[in-house]
Each structure stands twice: as structure tokens, then as C-alpha cells.
């Protein structure tokens, strides 16, 4: 089965950090850029940051930079999203995606995320609460 499932979100208190993991199945991961997604109750879905799928390259969202990292571990399959310094509006559910860089960085620079990309996770909840 072709899929991406996203894990290691949580309840944390402000200040604290969390590492999600996107992991893929029946597809080489190595292949694709790889994207983060972000959705909160009652707000539109936002671009949180993207890898390439080869040569390293990182964009990330204004409000994330300097606080989170993304990174890929081809030979486990798996992009990364270290998340550091946690606010209470970084609350959403998180998703991973996975396109090409041009699809995915170019996307998320305008910010305007796309419905149509290759593979999409299932997403998950990040809470970030004292």
C-alpha cells in the first residue's frame, strides 16, 4: 500500500519540543521532496517547510524559522520535523506531503498549499498547552 503516515505529535507545555516523523511505504521516498503542513481549528491550511528530494535543499514558513528543522533519512524512508521552542499557536495537526521541490518550495512561497499533491499523510495532532 502506497502511503505516507505521519507519527510523533503530542501534548507538550510552551517552550518544550517535539519531533514528527513522516514516514513512507510502497514508494521510494528518496524520489520526492517532501513537504509539512500545518492545520488549525477554524484557520486555513499553511506551509510549514519542505526539503528537496537530493541536494538539501530547506525552505521553512517565517513563523517556524530558527525553531524547527527538517531533515530525510533516505535509508529509513523518513523525513523528520524537529520542533523546538513550541508556541501554543503552533496547535494544529500536522501533515506530511510529497511532490516535487518545484511543486512543493514553490507552493509554499506564495503560500498557497496545493490540494493536489502526489501523497498526502493523515496527519497528526500537535498540542501545545500549559
Known amino acids: 500500500q502506497v502511503q505516507l503516515v505521519e507519527s510523533g505529535g503530542g501534548l507538550v507545555q510552551p517552550g518544550g519540543s517535539l519531533r514528527l516523523s513522516c514516514a513512507a511505504s510502497g514508494f521510494p521516498l528518496e524520489h520526492y521532496a517532501i513537504g509539512w503542513f500545518r492545520q488549525a481549528p477554524g484557520k486555513e491550511r499553511e506551509g510549514v517547510s519542505c526539503?528537496?528530494?537530493?541536494?538539501?535543499?530547506?525552505y521553512y514558513a517565517t513563523s517556524v524559522k530558527g525553531r524547527f528543522t527538517i531533515s530525510r533519512d533516505n535509508a529509513k524512508n523518513t523525513v523528520y520535523l524537529q520542533m523546538n521552542s513550541l508556541k501554543p499557536e503552533d496547535t494544529a495537526v500536522y501533515y506530511c506531503a510529497a511532490d516535487s521541490w518545484a511543486r512543493l518550495a514553490g507552493s509554499l512561497m506564495a503560500s498557497r498549499p496545493r490540494d493536489d499533491y502526489d501523497y498526502w499523510g493523515q496527519g497528526t495532532q500537535v498540542t501545545v498547552s500549559s
Open positions: 526539503i528537496s528530494d537530493s541536494d538539501g535543499r530547506t
